[in-house]
Protein backbone atom coordinates (compact mmCIF):
# COMPACT_ATOMS: atom_id res chain seq x y z
CA UNK A 1 0.00 0.00 0.00
CA UNK A 2 2.72 2.25 0.80
CA UNK A 3 4.70 1.70 -2.65
CA UNK A 4 1.58 2.47 -4.56
CA UNK A 5 0.86 5.71 -2.22
CA UNK A 6 4.65 6.61 -3.02
CA UNK A 7 4.09 5.73 -6.91
CA UNK A 8 0.99 7.62 -7.08
CA UNK A 9 2.78 11.09 -5.26
CA UNK A 10 5.47 10.65 -7.92
CA UNK A 11 2.89 10.92 -10.41
CA UNK A 12 1.46 13.33 -8.82
CA UNK A 13 4.74 15.37 -8.69
CA UNK A 14 5.74 15.29 -12.12
CA UNK A 15 1.89 16.48 -13.81
CA UNK A 16 1.84 19.23 -11.13
CA UNK A 17 4.96 20.33 -12.17
CA UNK A 18 4.58 20.37 -15.67
CA UNK A 19 1.01 21.87 -15.22
CA UNK A 20 2.74 24.65 -13.53
CA UNK A 21 5.61 24.87 -16.40
CA UNK A 22 2.71 25.09 -19.06
CA UNK A 23 0.86 27.36 -17.16
CA UNK A 24 3.90 29.81 -16.79
CA UNK A 25 4.42 29.96 -20.44
CA UNK A 26 0.66 30.53 -21.50
CA UNK A 27 0.51 32.97 -18.62
CA UNK A 28 3.81 34.84 -20.41
CA UNK A 29 1.99 34.98 -23.61
CA UNK A 30 -0.73 36.91 -22.31
CA UNK A 31 0.74 38.96 -19.93
CA UNK A 32 4.17 39.62 -21.66
CA UNK A 33 5.32 38.36 -25.13
CA UNK A 34 5.26 40.97 -27.85
CA UNK A 35 4.63 37.92 -30.72
CA UNK A 36 2.89 39.90 -34.04
CA UNK A 37 2.47 36.94 -36.16
CA UNK A 38 0.14 34.05 -35.89
CA UNK A 39 2.63 31.70 -38.51
CA UNK A 40 2.61 28.91 -37.58
CA UNK A 41 5.39 27.55 -39.28
CA UNK A 42 7.37 30.72 -37.66
CA UNK A 43 6.02 29.82 -33.95
CA UNK A 44 7.18 26.45 -34.31
CA UNK A 45 10.04 27.31 -35.91
CA UNK A 46 11.02 29.86 -33.37
CA UNK A 47 10.02 28.59 -30.28
CA UNK A 48 11.26 24.97 -31.11
CA UNK A 49 15.15 26.05 -29.33
CA UNK A 50 13.34 27.68 -26.11
CA UNK A 51 10.89 24.36 -25.90
CA UNK A 52 14.62 22.17 -25.82
CA UNK A 53 15.91 24.48 -23.38
CA UNK A 54 13.11 24.57 -21.21
CA UNK A 55 12.38 20.82 -21.54
CA UNK A 56 15.59 20.07 -20.76
CA UNK A 57 15.09 21.46 -17.26
CA UNK A 58 12.36 20.07 -16.60
CA UNK A 59 13.52 16.40 -17.73
CA UNK A 60 16.88 16.83 -15.68
CA UNK A 61 14.60 18.19 -12.90
CA UNK A 62 11.50 16.27 -13.23
CA UNK A 63 10.81 13.30 -15.51
CA UNK A 64 14.40 12.08 -16.32
CA UNK A 65 13.72 8.84 -13.78
CA UNK A 66 10.44 8.68 -15.38
CA UNK A 67 10.92 6.81 -18.86
CA UNK A 68 10.29 7.49 -22.59
CA UNK A 69 6.85 8.06 -22.40
CA UNK A 70 6.77 11.00 -19.91
CA UNK A 71 9.20 12.48 -21.19
CA UNK A 72 7.97 12.56 -24.53
CA UNK A 73 4.40 13.53 -23.02
CA UNK A 74 6.18 16.40 -21.26
CA UNK A 75 7.85 17.45 -24.68
CA UNK A 76 5.11 17.83 -26.74
CA UNK A 77 2.96 19.49 -23.88
CA UNK A 78 5.65 22.26 -23.52
CA UNK A 79 6.23 22.42 -27.12
CA UNK A 80 2.37 22.98 -27.70
CA UNK A 81 2.30 25.87 -24.62
CA UNK A 82 5.36 27.55 -26.09
CA UNK A 83 3.08 27.38 -29.96
CA UNK A 84 -0.13 28.58 -27.78
CA UNK A 85 1.70 31.55 -26.06
CA UNK A 86 2.59 32.49 -29.21
CA UNK A 87 -0.83 32.40 -30.60
CA UNK A 88 -2.23 34.15 -27.24
CA UNK A 89 0.33 36.98 -27.44
CA UNK A 90 -0.14 37.88 -30.93
CA UNK A 91 -4.21 38.04 -30.03
CA UNK A 92 -2.91 40.24 -27.07
CA UNK A 93 -1.05 42.66 -29.44
CA UNK A 94 -3.66 42.57 -32.08
CA UNK A 95 -6.12 44.05 -29.79
CA UNK A 96 -3.36 46.67 -28.80
CA UNK A 97 -2.52 47.41 -32.18
CA UNK A 98 -6.05 48.23 -33.01
CA UNK A 99 -6.79 49.99 -29.75
CA UNK A 100 -3.57 52.67 -30.46
CA UNK A 101 -4.87 52.69 -34.29
CA UNK A 102 -8.56 53.97 -33.06
CA UNK A 103 -7.13 56.23 -30.53
CA UNK A 104 -4.17 57.87 -33.16
CA UNK A 105 -7.37 57.63 -35.89
CA UNK A 106 -9.74 59.48 -33.33
CA UNK A 107 -7.11 62.05 -32.18
CA UNK A 108 -6.76 63.12 -35.68
CA UNK A 109 -9.87 63.40 -37.21
CA UNK A 110 -10.79 65.59 -34.19
CA UNK A 111 -7.07 67.64 -35.45
CA UNK A 112 -8.82 68.20 -38.57
CA UNK A 113 -12.03 68.84 -38.05
CA UNK A 114 -11.08 71.89 -35.08
CA UNK A 115 -8.40 73.39 -37.62
CA UNK A 116 -10.86 75.63 -39.69
CA UNK A 117 -13.88 77.48 -38.99
CA UNK A 118 -17.16 77.31 -39.83
CA UNK A 119 -16.58 78.60 -43.11
CA UNK A 120 -13.72 76.68 -44.27
CA UNK A 121 -10.98 79.31 -43.13
CA UNK A 122 -8.07 77.90 -40.60
CA UNK A 123 -8.44 78.81 -37.58
CA UNK A 124 -6.72 77.99 -33.60
CA UNK A 125 -6.32 74.30 -32.59
CA UNK A 126 -8.44 75.16 -29.32
CA UNK A 127 -8.75 71.61 -27.54
CA UNK A 128 -5.21 70.23 -26.64
CA UNK A 129 -4.78 66.17 -27.61
CA UNK A 130 -4.63 64.02 -24.60
CA UNK A 131 -0.94 62.20 -25.58
CA UNK A 132 -1.53 59.68 -22.90
CA UNK A 133 -2.01 56.03 -24.60
CA UNK A 134 -4.65 54.21 -23.43
CA UNK A 135 -2.82 51.07 -25.19
CA UNK A 136 0.10 49.20 -23.57
CA UNK A 137 3.56 48.02 -24.24
CA UNK A 138 5.12 48.76 -27.78
CA UNK A 139 1.68 50.19 -29.17
CA UNK A 140 1.23 52.10 -26.24
CA UNK A 141 4.85 53.32 -27.10
CA UNK A 142 3.28 54.02 -30.77
CA UNK A 143 0.56 55.54 -29.66
CA UNK A 144 2.48 58.09 -27.40
CA UNK A 145 4.91 58.99 -29.95
CA UNK A 146 2.49 59.89 -32.49
CA UNK A 147 -0.17 61.54 -30.30
CA UNK A 148 2.63 63.80 -29.06
CA UNK A 149 3.90 64.47 -32.66
CA UNK A 150 0.28 65.35 -33.71
CA UNK A 151 0.01 67.94 -30.67
CA UNK A 152 3.56 69.81 -31.46
CA UNK A 153 2.01 69.87 -34.99
CA UNK A 154 -1.03 71.54 -33.55
CA UNK A 155 1.08 73.56 -31.25
CA UNK A 156 3.03 75.03 -33.60
CA UNK A 157 0.30 75.73 -36.12
CA UNK A 158 -1.14 77.19 -33.31
CA UNK A 159 1.95 79.87 -32.82
CA UNK A 160 2.12 80.48 -36.24
CA UNK A 161 -1.32 81.90 -36.88
CA UNK A 162 -0.78 83.61 -33.16
CA UNK A 163 2.19 85.22 -34.63
CA UNK A 164 0.55 86.68 -38.08
CA UNK A 165 -2.55 88.19 -36.04
CA UNK A 166 -0.02 89.63 -34.05
CA UNK A 167 1.35 91.93 -36.64
CA UNK A 168 -1.82 92.38 -37.72
CA UNK A 169 -1.79 90.32 -41.17
CA UNK A 170 -5.20 89.47 -40.82
CA UNK A 171 -6.38 93.19 -41.85
CA UNK A 172 -3.55 94.06 -44.13
CA UNK A 173 -6.34 94.35 -46.79
CA UNK A 174 -8.79 95.76 -44.66
CA UNK A 175 -9.70 98.99 -47.07
CA UNK A 176 -10.03 101.40 -43.64
CA UNK A 177 -6.81 100.74 -42.49
CA UNK A 178 -5.14 100.89 -45.52
CA UNK A 179 -7.13 104.11 -45.85
CA UNK A 180 -5.50 105.26 -42.60
CA UNK A 181 -2.08 104.30 -43.70
CA UNK A 182 -1.11 107.37 -45.93
CA UNK A 183 2.37 106.41 -46.57
CA UNK A 184 2.36 102.77 -46.47
CA UNK A 185 4.88 102.16 -43.88
CA UNK A 186 2.48 99.96 -41.67
CA UNK A 187 1.62 98.12 -44.61
CA UNK A 188 5.26 97.25 -45.66
CA UNK A 189 6.36 96.60 -42.11
CA UNK A 190 3.42 94.16 -41.76
CA UNK A 191 4.43 92.13 -45.35
CA UNK A 192 8.36 92.07 -44.10
CA UNK A 193 7.38 90.68 -40.88
CA UNK A 194 4.98 88.32 -42.29
CA UNK A 195 7.76 86.95 -44.41
CA UNK A 196 9.92 86.71 -41.72
CA UNK A 197 7.05 84.40 -39.57
CA UNK A 198 6.90 81.99 -42.96
CA UNK A 199 10.70 81.76 -43.14
CA UNK A 200 10.64 81.20 -39.38
CA UNK A 201 7.97 78.13 -39.34
CA UNK A 202 9.24 76.56 -42.30
CA UNK A 203 12.73 76.21 -40.51
CA UNK A 204 10.70 74.94 -37.33
CA UNK A 205 8.82 72.52 -39.46
CA UNK A 206 11.64 70.97 -41.24
CA UNK A 207 13.07 70.83 -37.49
CA UNK A 208 10.51 68.97 -35.95
CA UNK A 209 9.98 66.55 -38.82
CA UNK A 210 13.57 65.54 -37.81
CA UNK A 211 13.87 65.55 -34.50
CA UNK A 212 10.38 63.22 -34.82
CA UNK A 213 13.38 60.47 -36.00
CA UNK A 214 15.18 60.60 -32.82
CA UNK A 215 12.23 60.53 -30.81
CA UNK A 216 11.63 56.93 -32.41
CA UNK A 217 15.14 56.07 -31.89
CA UNK A 218 14.40 57.23 -28.05
CA UNK A 219 11.13 54.79 -27.73
CA UNK A 220 10.99 52.51 -25.35
CA UNK A 221 10.27 49.26 -28.20
CA UNK A 222 12.82 46.56 -29.55
CA UNK A 223 15.18 47.54 -32.10
CA UNK A 224 12.95 45.47 -34.79
CA UNK A 225 10.17 47.77 -33.56
CA UNK A 226 12.28 51.06 -34.18
CA UNK A 227 13.69 49.85 -37.39
CA UNK A 228 10.07 49.59 -39.24
CA UNK A 229 8.92 52.47 -37.51
CA UNK A 230 11.67 54.37 -38.96
CA UNK A 231 11.44 52.94 -42.25
CA UNK A 232 7.56 53.47 -42.04
CA UNK A 233 8.11 57.18 -40.92
CA UNK A 234 11.00 57.58 -44.11
CA UNK A 235 8.13 56.59 -46.70
CA UNK A 236 5.52 58.38 -45.24
CA UNK A 237 7.30 61.59 -45.40
CA UNK A 238 8.35 61.37 -48.27
CA UNK A 239 5.33 62.78 -50.03
CA UNK A 240 4.23 64.88 -46.60
CA UNK A 241 7.33 66.75 -47.08
CA UNK A 242 6.71 67.41 -50.12
CA UNK A 243 3.14 68.77 -49.73
CA UNK A 244 4.45 70.58 -46.64
CA UNK A 245 6.75 72.39 -48.54
CA UNK A 246 4.23 73.03 -51.35
CA UNK A 247 2.32 74.53 -47.97
CA UNK A 248 4.75 77.25 -47.45
CA UNK A 249 5.68 77.72 -50.46
CA UNK A 250 2.52 79.00 -51.31
CA UNK A 251 2.47 80.69 -47.97
CA UNK A 252 5.22 82.77 -49.18
CA UNK A 253 3.53 83.37 -52.85
CA UNK A 254 0.37 84.98 -51.16
CA UNK A 255 2.64 87.40 -48.95
CA UNK A 256 3.95 87.98 -52.32
CA UNK A 257 0.74 88.54 -54.04
CA UNK A 258 -0.49 90.92 -50.78
CA UNK A 259 2.83 92.93 -51.44
CA UNK A 260 2.12 93.64 -55.18
CA UNK A 261 -1.58 94.55 -54.14
CA UNK A 262 -0.01 97.03 -51.51
CA UNK A 263 2.69 98.36 -53.95
CA UNK A 264 0.27 99.14 -56.54
CA UNK A 265 -2.42 101.60 -54.08
CA UNK A 266 1.13 103.67 -53.21
CA UNK A 267 2.40 104.00 -56.62
CA UNK A 268 -1.35 104.51 -57.61
CA UNK A 269 -2.20 107.52 -54.81
CA UNK A 270 -4.86 109.72 -55.76
CA UNK A 271 -5.92 106.91 -58.54
CA UNK A 272 -8.28 105.22 -55.95
CA UNK A 273 -10.88 106.25 -52.95
CA UNK A 274 -12.02 103.90 -50.24
CA UNK A 275 -15.50 103.87 -50.19
CA UNK A 276 -17.22 101.84 -47.23
CA UNK A 277 -15.35 98.58 -47.21
CA UNK A 278 -13.86 98.39 -50.81
CA UNK A 279 -11.22 99.88 -52.39
CA UNK A 280 -12.55 101.46 -56.04
CA UNK A 281 -10.43 103.06 -59.34
CA UNK A 282 -10.71 105.13 -61.38
CA UNK A 283 -9.05 103.59 -64.09
CA UNK A 284 -9.95 100.08 -65.10
CA UNK A 285 -6.13 99.08 -66.01
CA UNK A 286 -5.55 99.75 -62.24
CA UNK A 287 -8.75 97.69 -61.42
CA UNK A 288 -7.76 94.65 -63.44
CA UNK A 289 -4.63 94.76 -62.42
CA UNK A 290 -5.65 94.85 -58.30
CA UNK A 291 -8.62 91.92 -59.68
CA UNK A 292 -5.71 89.54 -60.74
CA UNK A 293 -3.66 89.72 -57.55
CA UNK A 294 -6.96 89.31 -55.46
CA UNK A 295 -7.45 86.15 -58.02
CA UNK A 296 -4.16 85.09 -57.40
CA UNK A 297 -4.69 84.83 -53.63
CA UNK A 298 -8.28 83.36 -53.96
CA UNK A 299 -6.25 80.62 -56.49
CA UNK A 300 -3.36 79.76 -53.64
CA UNK A 301 -5.93 79.26 -51.12
CA UNK A 302 -7.46 76.50 -53.35
CA UNK A 303 -4.40 74.93 -54.12
CA UNK A 304 -3.60 74.68 -50.40
CA UNK A 305 -6.96 73.19 -49.94
CA UNK A 306 -6.78 70.66 -52.29
CA UNK A 307 -2.76 69.88 -50.82
CA UNK A 308 -4.48 69.70 -47.63
CA UNK A 309 -7.75 67.74 -48.77
CA UNK A 310 -5.37 65.20 -50.15
CA UNK A 311 -3.46 64.39 -47.56
CA UNK A 312 -6.35 63.99 -45.40
CA UNK A 313 -7.35 61.59 -47.61
CA UNK A 314 -4.19 59.92 -47.73
CA UNK A 315 -3.94 59.65 -43.89
CA UNK A 316 -7.28 58.05 -43.65
CA UNK A 317 -6.72 55.66 -46.35
CA UNK A 318 -3.73 54.45 -44.56
CA UNK A 319 -5.25 54.20 -41.54
CA UNK A 320 -7.96 52.05 -43.46
CA UNK A 321 -5.64 49.97 -44.39
CA UNK A 322 -3.78 49.07 -41.34
CA UNK A 323 -7.28 48.90 -39.72
CA UNK A 324 -7.75 45.58 -42.58
CA UNK A 325 -4.60 44.07 -41.88
CA UNK A 326 -5.67 43.92 -37.88
CA UNK A 327 -8.97 42.06 -38.74
Do not use: H
Not at 72 to 79: D, H, Q, R
Request: glycine content about 6%.
Amino acid sequence: MEDITTQQKDDNIWKVALALVCGAILAYGLFYSKNTTSDLAFLVGYNLPATLLIWGVFYAAVARKRGGKIAGLSFLAIFISMIASGLIGYSQQKQEAKQALSEIKSQYSELIESSTDAQGFPKRIERPINTTPKSSGEFGEMERFMKEFMDQMATQRNDYLLELEAIGWNGVLDANRIKADKTFVESKVIIQKAKEVVSKYTANTQTLLDSAKNNIRSLNISESSKRSMLSGFDRGMEKAKENIGALWSLEAKTIKEVENIINLLAAKKGAWVVEGEQILFYNDSDLERFNSYIASIQNIAKQQEAIQRQSVQTVNRNFDRINEMLK
